[in-house]
């Protein structure tokens, strides 16, 4: 079996496809409506060329990078992404050991729907450096409860997602009447499963629909530092006016995403609006990218249009699903491997030789 193992991140989407229930291989792999964006943030990367530097001395490649005074060996890092234990009964857990064990960061989201292990499971786990996902909730008291908690158990920081005042319509989850695992970190704060009635569409909608805030506002921003001092990432950010408002709000961090096409669809593909942000930031704060990552060549062109450092979503949820930890970390660990190769044949040694000047985007004149 060892020795058929995939070579790529689409082998593994396929393992994954084989081994889940449909509707849970839906629920990963879906994105909203027409699924437009889905499609285009893999496919904006393919239009997207390198330009190679030839007869560098390359034998010796240095990958790492620092994000937010933390050192890492490599700028790909695991995105949040809920509810692991549809992939594997270890679920999270297994995710980070897989994580930890490739000295990447974790994220560990708890969207109450999402994370299927306890967070204090999962940091007595393995030892990693765990930013935390939160989503800030009608019930703001639940919200500060989960940032107390995770400062409690030593995450970094906090990503506060704000792509999702209301839920993305995911239309496959709705015909398949998506069911989701409990969420035991919201055990005590608030209710989820069986008292959600049962009309039509999917639990995580009608969940959504109860307790995210569609109020929320860039004062929430504010709220957030005042009760963390924990720095703060936010998620979901594709325009320049945003960025800048990121910046002003005091954020430690930008993450340009969409969601992984899963919130507004035809909103840009995450590459395409990582530009303007990063001319926006203007190098006051690092500025992250995720959507559609499926290459280490894709690392190399995140890197080369300014991104400090990336993170894949379904990639590592493949790997998990496929074969347990064992598939998560290769499929991290595989991505390091391109990315490391796309950085020795395009003559750049370290991160900070990745320059502008190695890639040709379709706004670039041949
Ligand atoms: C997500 N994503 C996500 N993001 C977030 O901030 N909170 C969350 O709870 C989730 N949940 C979630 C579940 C699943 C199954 C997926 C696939 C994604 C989005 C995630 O963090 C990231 O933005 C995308 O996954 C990146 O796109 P790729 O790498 O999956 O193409």
Redesign the pocket.
Known sequence: MEHNLPVNVREYQELAKKALPKMHYD??NGGAEDEYTLRE??AAYGRIMLRPRVLVDVSKIDMSTNLLGYDIPSPIIV?????HKLANPEGEVATSRAAAACNTIMHI?V?SF?SSCKIQEVAASCDAIRFF?L?IYKRRDVSATLVRRAESLGFKAI?L?VD?PVLGRREADIRNKMVFPPSPNLEGLMSFNDDLGTGGGSKLERFASETLDPSLSWKDVEWLKSITSLPILL??VVTAEDARKAVEAGVAGVIV?N??G?QLDYAPPAIAALEEVVKAVAGAVPVLV????RRGTDVFKALALGAKAV?????V?YGLAARGEAGAKHVIEMLNKELELAMALCGCRSVAEVTRRHVLTEGDRF
């Open positions: 629920y990963i943030n893999i995105a949040p992404t809920g509810a989201q969207l999402g996902q989503y990503v997602t999702t998620k979901g995403s969601h992984g899963r995720d959507g559609g990552i993170m894949v979503g379904r990639p949820f």
